[in-house]
């Protein structure tokens, strides 16, 4: 029989279903093992994980650090490691923090709210369709301050750009991808140009140095548009995934009606079935992790799903702890290499699960789900539901 190794593919149906029993088998039997298909070592424990995310020095995420090249239009705060990051991350962070997130939630938690009447007594719905796109794409344009563009083509957009970071596993998703990413940049750009309203872009904007170098334009543009597109792409898996949590455990959506709760809540949906999977770095240098010898150049990819419910750092790591607290879970990465949308991400849950717990329908399964085949996020293509009463 092939060994669970020869027999793990991130693309294969039952993987995406349900990945937890054969990751906590390789974290128990192989928890550094090398992949041909990623063409990297893939860690499965979260002491492993987040020492490669914290070590800068020897794992780099820009690949220029290890000989090779970036595409103009993918040079963005993600691509630089600490320190070169600082300056352009700190710039958004700050624009981040100035934003008004409770008025945010609450614009967001009344779409929810408009969606759920119009849905409600309607039959079977797709939870994507219907609430985890409109809301992903309403809350990042308005915490960046733009028009949201229309759902249904952003949504084909971020699909192709989402698909693309799976191109060790098939190149052919890199060009659509591509394509995409440009798309999404012509979009930036006449952000840029236009006087945007209040938001955070135009925080950005005003703190951009007027003397600021081509280079650190693009940086900024760039990172705008991941902000964008990574918000969105992570609140709507988010949202996906937490919605299939709660109908699988109704209970839970009722415990969080206590606002107490809600906080931990969120983060603990999120550790539980969350919706980055992993990320790649490259040694730079001769290292070992978990008795295991890694070259310089060779690629390692912590697997944030199998971190997250690692018994070593979790208690009940598979059970839904909805008071868990400390959770440093890896759902969104970790450092400064995390989603940059990740606040907004938990502002949307949060809207998310009151606007659930507020309406007077109940939330029910109309169906199993379809999971999207791709291996780098975890989402849902459909997830059928209905409001009942």
Known sequence: MPSVIDRYDPLDPE????????????????????????????????????????????????????????????LSVQTLDPP??????????????????????DRARLL????????????AFDVMAEIAVPLSVAVVADLLGVEPPPY???????????????????????????IARQQLSDLVDSWFAASARPGLLARVRQATAPDADALTRLYVKNTARVMFQGGYSTMAAAVGNAV???????????????????????????RFDGPVQGTTRTAVRSCRIGGVDIAP?????????????????FARADELVLDRTPNRHLGYGWGPHSCIGTTVAQTGLHALVTALNGHPARLAPAGDGVRRRTATMRAFDTLPATLLG
């Open 112 to 123: 929810v709210r408009e969606r759920l009447d119009q849905l409600a007594g309607a039959g």
């Open 244 to 270: 299939h949590t709660l109908l699988a455990h109704p209970e839970a959506l009722h415990q969080l009606r206590d606002r107490a709760l809600l906080a931990t809540g969120a983060d603990e949906l999120v």
């Open 15 to 74: 993987i995406l279903r349900d990945p937890y029993p054969a990751l906590a088998e390789l974290r128990l039997s192989e928890p550094v093992f090398w992949h041909e298909g990623m063409g990297s070592w893939a860690l499965t424990r979260y002491a492993d994980s987040v020492r490669v995310l914290r070590d800068h020095a020897t794992f780099a995420r820009d690949p220029r650090r290890t000989g090779g090249m970036v595409p103009e239009p993918s």
């Open 152 to 178: 249904g083509e952003f949504a084909a957009v971020s699909d192709a750009i989402m698909r693309s970071m799976d191109g060790g596993l098939n190149p052919s998703l890199m060009e659509p991808g591509r």
């Open 297 to 313: 150049g060779q690629k390692v990819v912590p697997l944030f799903a199998a971190a997250n419910r690692d018994p070593a750092a």
């Open 84 to 105: 070169q990051q600082s300056r352009v991350r700190s710039l958004f962070m700050t624009a981040l923090r100035a934003q008004d997130l409770t008025g945010l939630e």
